[in-house]
């Protein structure tokens, strides 16, 4: 078993090596002087069990092109298979037509991964659960709840709590999470008047004298998220936190959350932290690398890995 990773995340792949007590892979990954791609492997991979792992995250194009060019490199270096681990699937927003003539990126970045030389993925919380059925290759897709719920309970033990999904869509990842702590669960029903922008509407459900805990999968823009704190607050909720797995938090994104009445957003490091996001005083990350590392060792081992949907290593 081999790690390699790209230069998408490198702290988070340097985490999984400490768990796993693996040293990454000997790798160069860098530029021409006209940007393209150069991968070399400085280490034999022939007839390996290899695990590339790279975050398609900002910028996107870049460190998608990465991940391409180093599984056709560990192909062609006769790696016996080569696992793509990608903790931020970037394009899965685009999982579908949302009108005439606009593509379904998410399902062209899995023809790419494929076609590269991928024989597996293994990636945590898609936007959208039908992805994986994008991919011709066993596709393993992770949850960040129980590492959300563990630390959930740490810090609410014994108080009263409601789980809300800021949109509809949201609602079985939410509905996942209030089971898990035995709370209760509400609803924002959203209007969004274009891309980027929404407005909240109406809140389903009991919020008055509670502690709300809103659960995404993805922050973004962060408007969203900031909206509906505004809307729970005005509810009567004592306080609002959020937890989402991947901090995409661009533009203006941290600036808008610092001065929004979230007590606190939580992320996971699938993507790193900018240094915005380090100097937040109402941001905080959680790290997902034992989880990944667990799995890939049961991959690894020919092993399952439905048992951490539920009790995530440590």
């Known amino acids: 078993m081999k790690i390699l990773t790209g230069n998408s995340n490198r702290p988070l792949a340097e985490a999984i090596s ?10 160069s990954v860098r530029r021409f002087s006209d940007d393209e791609v150069f991968v070399e492997i400085h280490e034999n991979v022939r007839g390996e069990d290899v695990f590339l792992i790279q975050s398609t ?15 056709d490199a560990l192909r062609r270096a006769s790696a016996r298979r080569v696992t793509a681990v990608i903790p931020y699937y970037g394009y899965a927003r685009q999982d579908r037509k949302l009108g005439s003539r606009t593509p379904i990126s998410a399902k062209l970045v899995a023809n790419l991964i494929t076609a590269a030389g991928a024989a597996r993925v293994l990636t945590i919380d898609l936007h959208a659960g039908q992805i994986q059925g994008f991919f011709d290759i066993p596709t393993d897709n992770l949850f ?6 563990n630390d959930i309970l740490e810090k609410f033990d014994g108080e009263e ?15 996942a999470i209030a089971k898990r702590i035995d709370a209760d669960l509400a609803i924002i029903d959203k209007r969004r008047e274009r891309a980027g922008v929404s407005e909240v509407m109406n809140i ?28 729970l607050r005005d509810a ?14 661009s533009g203006n994104a ?12 939580v992320t996971t490091d699938s993507i790193p932290a900018t240094q915005a996001v380090r100097v937040a005083q109402n941001i905080r990350q959680l790290t997902i690398a034992p989880l990944l590392g667990e799995a890939m060792r049961r991959i690894s081992d020919e092993r399952s890995v439905s048992s951490l949907f539920d009790h995530p290593p440590v």
């Open 18 to 27: 400490a768990f796993l007590n693996l040293p990454l892979t000997n790798a």
């Open 57 to 71: 995250c900002y910028p996107a194009n870049d460190n998608l092109m990465e991940l391409l060019v180093a599984l």
């Open 144 to 149: 960040a709840a129980p590492v959300f719920v």
């Open 161 to 175: 709590i409601t789980v809300v999904s800021p949109d509809v869509g949201g609602v079985v990842r939410a509905r």
């Open 204 to 231: 389903i459900g009991d919020v008055a004298g509670r502690r709300c805990i809103l659960v995404d999968d993805i922050v973004d823009s962060a408007g969203t998220l900031c909206n509906a704190a505004v809307a």
């Open 236 to 249: 009567g909720a004592t306080s609002v936190c959020a937890y989402v797995t991947h901090g995409v938090l």
């Open 254 to 265: 941290v600036a808008r959350v610092t001065s929004s009445p979230l007590e606190e957003l």
